[in-house]
């Protein structure tokens, strides 16, 4: 970003595999613009090279040896904010994808992708833009066109999915008596749940649970206070 007319595109390839790091390199060194600097083959070397090369570019793999692709790209965002990372592997599960978006990834390609999406990654990334493979691109509209219940479970990536739908009811304001007919679960079975959900979220009552999930957008459609003292320092 913001080099010289006619500078090259510096980049990393982080990558174990060595016969397709191979032909990644031949695809770049082909390329005019675009200046293979650096290769690795661990999660650790990519974030050393990453520090001391300082490329414009590093195309990252997920699945590497030492430290993962995902916290590799945490470390060399974190350090250097100015470093594109393009994510290149085979994995197009949304934990994967979103993973890698939550460490700082500009852009997400499968291997499959054909060489000339690669090259447009490359740029895209180092202009600063986010780019995704087809593929990926498809999964991306799913998820974000899905009910807004299921997208806000990313909000607490602790809590289970029951946990998460018990703290969806206590921020409509319901009792544990009709959170437990709600979701066909005993009172006891509900305290439980509330007590879990209290101790990953690092609050100490009921109240401080609203204002965490109402903050996150849970709760907000239903304002009819339920029977039940949800406030109550006693009713957990």
């Known amino acids: ?14 990558e174990d595999h060595p016969v397709f790091r191979d032909g990644l390199r ?27 090369l300082q490329p414009d570019v590093v195309v ?4 590497l040896p030492e430290l993962d692709g995902v916290n590799a790209t945490r470390q060399i965002v974190s350090t250097s904010p100015h ?15 979103f993973a890698a978006m939550r460490a700082g990834a500009r852009g997400y390609l499968l291997k499959g992708d054909d060489q000339e999406e690669i090259h447009r990654a490359i740029l895209a990334v180092d202009n600063g833009d986010a780019i995704f493979g087809p593929a990926i691109a498809n999964r991306l509209m ?7 219940a299921e997208v806000l479970l990313e909000t607490f990536p602790g809590l289970t999915e029951r946990e998460h739908q018990v703290l969806q009811l206590i921020a409509q304001l319901h009792s544990n008596a009709v959170i437990a007919t ?18 990953k979220l690092q609050v100490s009552d009921r109240a401080q649970a609203i204002v965490l999930a109402r903050e996150a957008g849970l709760g907000v459609q239903s304002e009819q206070r339920a029977p039940g003292n949800w406030a109550g320092g006693h009713q957990q």
């Open 1 to 14: 970003m913001g080099r010289e007319s006619g500078e090259a595109v510096r980049v990393v390839i982080a």
């Open 26 to 52: 031949a695809l770049l060194t082909s390329i005019p613009g675009t200046e293979v600097v650096g290769e690795a083959t661990t999660g650790v070397e990519a974030v050393e090279l990453a520090l001391t």
């Open 60 to 63: 990252m793999d997920l699945h």
């Open 83 to 97: 470093i594109g990372v393009l994510v290149l592997t085979m994995f197009d599960d949304d934990d994967s994808v």
């Open 142 to 148: 799913e998820y974000f066109s899905a009910p807004r």
């Open 182 to 199: 709600e979701l066909g679960i005993s009172a006891k079975t509900v305290r439980n749940h509330i007590s879990n959900i209290f101790n």
